[in-house]
C-alpha cells in the first residue's frame, strides 16, 4: 500500500512533466506514447525510478533485468545514510568548516566574515581583481555571487551588503586551466569525483564533469549547466545533457568547442588527490568532490553528501548498458541493499 501511495504521489506532484518527458521520449527513442505511458509507470512501482531517470538511463531502449543494474534515488540515499555518521556530515554540509579540514587539497585563501571585522576583510581582499562569496550551506549553485573589486570599493559598504545577506563565506577566486577555459570561460568547469571509503580501503567509483552554460558563473545542473562522463584516460564522452531543458549537445553552445574527445588536463593527478582526501575522515565514506583544473593542477572546491547517483549512469556516456549498481554491491556486499536500515 504504501508503494501505491508513493506511486500516486509522484505521479499527481509530476503530472504535467511526465506527459511533456513521454513527448521528448518518443521522439529521441522512436517509442509509442502507449508503450512509454505504461512502461513508466510499470518502472516507477517496480524500481522506483522516476520519469527523468528513466529518460536519463535510456529505459525506452534498456528493457528486462539489466535494469535492475541502475542505482535508484532510495538506494544512493542508503549508502549516504550508512557510510555518511550524522555526527560528522557539518565538515561537508558547512564550507568553512570543510575548507579548513581539506585545506592542503583546497590551496587557496579564504575567510569567514562572522570572525572577522570589515578592515580584517578588506585586507583579505587586497590585491584582488574579484572574490567568490559564498552562503554557508546552499547546495547546486545557489547563494553563490562573484563580486568584483576595484580601487574605489568600499569595503565598510561590501562588507554590511555581504553579512546582511548571510554571504559570510569568501573565497579567492579560481583560476582555471586555459583548456577548461576555452570550453567554457564565464565559470569554474569543475570535475565531479565520487569515491567511497568502505573498511579502511577507498574506492575510485565514476567521474563526471560539469560545464557552465556560458551566462552564468558557476557550473551547476540546476542553474542551466550540462554535463558529461569522463573516460579513465581523461577523455570526455560525446553529447552534453542539459537537464534543465532536456537537450543533448554535441558541443558548447556558446564556445561551440566540441565535447567528444575533449581532453581533462591533470585528470588522474585529479583522481588521485580524491582517493588521499577520501582517507582523511573515514566517518565520511562516501562523498562526491567537486575539483577545479588550475593552470598548476587539481584543487578541491567542495565535498558533498548524497552524490548524484543519475548523471553517472546516463545512456548516452556509458559504453556497456547496465547501471553502477553492481560496483557498489562489489564493493559494499551483494546483501548490501537487501539489509533494513539500522
Known amino acids: 500500500m504504501k508503494k501505491i501511495k508513493a506511486v500516486l504521489v509522484h505521479i ?68 549516504n545514510d550508512e557510510l555518511n555518521d550524522a555526527e560528522y556530515m557539518d565538515i561537508l554540509q558547512q564550507k568553512p568548516i ?49 563580486e568584483t573589486l576595484t580601487e574605489d570599493t568600499d569595503y565598510n559598504e561590501l562588507y554590511k551588503k ?12 579560481i583560476v582555471q586551466h586555459e583548456q577548461l577555459d576555452r570550453l567554457c570561460p564565464t565559470s569554474v568547469n569543475t570535475i565531479r569525483i565520487v569515491t567511497i571509503n568502505y573498511n579502511g580501503k577507498v574506492h575510485f567509483i565514476h567521474a563526471l564533469m560539469r560545464i557552465g552554460d556560458g551566462k552564468s558563473c558557476v557550473d551547476n545542473i540546476c542553474r542551466g549547466g550540462m ?28 564556445t561551440g ?11 588522474k593527478e585529479a583522481e588521485e588527490m580524491c582517493m588521499k582526501a577520501a582517507e582523511i575522515e573515514p566517518h565520511l565514506g562516501y562523498v562526491g568532490w567537486d575539483v577545479a583544473i588550475t593552470p598548476t593542477g587539481p584543487v578541491l572546491v567542495e565535498g558533498n553528501a548524497y552524490p548524484g547517483f543519475d548523471m553517472c549512469q546516463n545512456y548516452r556516456h556509458i559504453g556497456e548498458k547496465h547501471g553502477i549498481k553492481p560496483e557498489f554491491e562489489r564493493i559494499l556486499g551483494s546483501d548490501f541493499f537487501k539489509k533494513r536500515k539500522k
Open 12 to 79: 499527481v506532484g509530476g503530472f504535467g512533466r511526465w506527459f511533456s518527458y513521454m513527448d521528448i521520449m518518443h521522439k529521441e527513442f522512436g517509442a509509442g506514447r502507449v508503450f512509454l505511458f505504461f512502461d513508466t509507470l510499470w518502472v516507477l512501482f517496480r524500481y522506483h525510478i522516476r520519469f527523468l531517470h528513466y529518460r536519463v538511463f535510456g529505459f525506452p531502449v534498456v528493457r528486462g533485468k539489466v535494469r535492475k543494474t541502475y542505482l535508484t534515488l532510495g538506494q544512493n540515499f542508503k549508502v
Open 98 to 146: 570543510f575548507l579548513q579540514r581539506y585545506k592542503e587539497f583546497v590551496k587557496r585563501g579564504f575567510i569567514d566574515l562572522r570572525e572577522c571585522d570589515a578592515a580584517a576583510f578588506a585586507e583579505f581582499c587586497k590585491g584582488k581583481d574579484s572574490i567568490f562569496v559564498k552562503s554557508l550551506n546552499d547546495y547546486g549553485g545557489h547563494g553563490v555571487a562573484q
Open 162 to 173: 555581504l553579512t546582511d545577506k548571510k554571504y559570510y563565506l569568501v573565497e579567492e577566486k
Open 227 to 254: 554535463y558529461v562522463g569522463i573516460y579513465p584516460d581523461g577523455t570526455v564522452t560525446p553529447d552534453a545533457f542539459c537537464d534543465e531543458i532536456c537537450v543533448y549537445f554535441q558541443q558548447h553552445p556558446m
Open 257 to 267: 568547442v566540441k565535447f567528444e574527445g575533449f581532453e581533462v588536463p591533470f585528470y
